[in-house]
């Protein structure tokens, strides 16, 4: 009796350790998975919030504001090619009633 007794405690030990082994185990799992979800998420997964939205606002005025300034120089650049161009044709005009 003594010998089966001593084996059903060291089997109950046994088993009780490779169950801790396996929750251990199953944890570890599952918190590496947690992280992993956790730093690869979709940032268009998470709400809206109002910090957001107004960062949102600023850039799209801070972008329009660029768009303008950038259409301004375009025109005054056109602008001053075509006065180099008139110029330059008056000049030739000019030249060729000298001659």
Not at 35 to 49: F, L, S
Not at 71 to 99: G, I, T, W
């Amino acid at each position: 009796m003594d010998a089966r007794r001593r084996v059903t405690k060291k089997t109950t030990v046994v088993r009780m350790r490779t169950a801790a082994a396996m929750i251990v185990a199953l944890t570890t799992a599952s918190f590496a998975e947690a992280t992993y979800a956790q730093n690869n998420a979709d940032p268009a997964a998470y709400p809206v919030t109002h910090a957001d939205k107004k960062a949102a606002k600023e850039q799209a005025e801070a972008n329009r504001k660029a768009a303008v300034a950038q259409a301004k120089a375009d025109r005054k650049k056109a602008d001053a090619q075509a006065d180099a161009d008139k110029e330059k044709a008056d000049a030739r005009v000019k030249d060729a009633k000298d001659q």
